[in-house]
C-alpha cells in the first residue's frame, strides 16, 4: 500500500491533474474519494467496446491491451496502453457515452475511477483541471482534422500510411490491424493488386509485418514519421 505522499506524487503526474496544488488535490480527493484500485492481469476486458462510459477512468499504473472492433466488423486493432494515462475521457460527454474499444489488463494494474458526477460538481470547478480537459479535447480534434484533410494525387502506400494513422493516432509501439487484403482495398478505393504490391513495399522498408490477414507494426511512431 502507497503512502499519502506517493499518492499524492502519483496524482500530480496524471493527465488533466497536472499544474493542481497539494491542497486542491486533497479537496478533490475528500470530495470525490479518489481511491487507487488494484486490478490483477485478466483474460477478460476490463471494460468492453461499447460499455456505457459513466466514469473518467485514470489509468495509474501498468499496462492495458486496447482492442478495437470496427462497426461493419471487417477489422480488428490491437495496441497497449501504457500507465499514466486516460481511457476515452472524451466519450464522456457527448451524444454517444460509450466506450469505443475493449481494455484488458495485461498485467497487475492500478486505476482511478471518478463518477461524472463528481467531474461535474467537484473537478470541473478547478480551473486548472478545467483548462487541462479543454487542451486535451482540442489536441485529439487538431489531430483527427489533420488525419481527414484530403491529399490529392496520393500514392497507394500513402493511403495505406493514412489509413493506419486514422486508427492510432495517440499510439505507441507495437500495433496490430486484422483485415483481409479486399477489404483494406476497399477502405482506401484500390485494387487488390495495387494494395498488395503496396504492402509488400512497406513490409520491405521495414515499417510493417505481413502475415495472413494480419498488418503487425513494430512501431507505430515510424508510420507517423513516414
Request: aromatic fraction near 6%.
Amino acid at each position: 500500500m502507497i503512502s499519502l505522499t506517493q499518492k499524492y506524487e502519483l496524482l500530480t503526474k496524471l493527465p488533466l491533474l497536472q499544474g493542481i496544488s497539494g491542497k486542491e488535490l486533497a479537496h478533490i480527493e475528500n470530495m470525490t474519494g479518489m481511491e487507487i484500485n488494484e486490478v490483477p492481469a485478466m483474460k477478460r476486458p476490463l471494460i468492453r467496446q461499447n460499455d456505457p462510459c459513466t466514469h473518467l477512468v485514470f489509468l495509474t499504473t501498468g499496462k492495458m491491451m486496447r482492442e478495437y472492433t470496427s462497426h461493419d466488423g471487417r477489422f480488428q486493432t490491437k495496441s497497449v496502453l501504457q500507465a499514466p494515462t486516460l481511457l476515452e475521457p472524451y466519450n464522456l460527454y457527448g451524444l454517444n457515452c460509450k466506450f469505443r474499444c475493449s481494455y484488458t489488463p495485461l498485467e497487475n494494474v492500478s486505476v482511478i475511477i471518478v463518477k461524472k458526477t463528481d467531474v461535474q460538481q467537484h473537478l470541473m470547478k478547478t480551473e486548472i483541471f478545467r483548462i487541462n480537459y479543454f487542451n486535451l479535447l482540442s489536441a485529439i480534434i487538431h489531430k483527427k482534422d489533420m488525419l481527414l484533410r484530403p491529399c490529392r494525387h496520393q500514392t497507394v502506400k500513402e493511403k495505406i500510411l493514412q489509413f493506419i494513422m486514422r486508427l492510432f493516432p495517440d499510439c505507441e509501439g507495437q500495433v496490430e490491424i486484422q483485415i483481409k487484403m479486399t477489404d483494406l482495398a476497399d477502405y482506401i478505393d484500390e485494387t487488390r493488386l495495387n494494395t498488395s504490391r503496396a504492402l509488400n513495399q512497406l513490409e520491405k522498408a521495414g515499417l510493417m509485418e505481413l502475415k495472413r490477414s494480419l498488418i503487425v507494426i513494430p512501431d507505430i511512431k515510424k508510420i507517423h514519421k513516414s
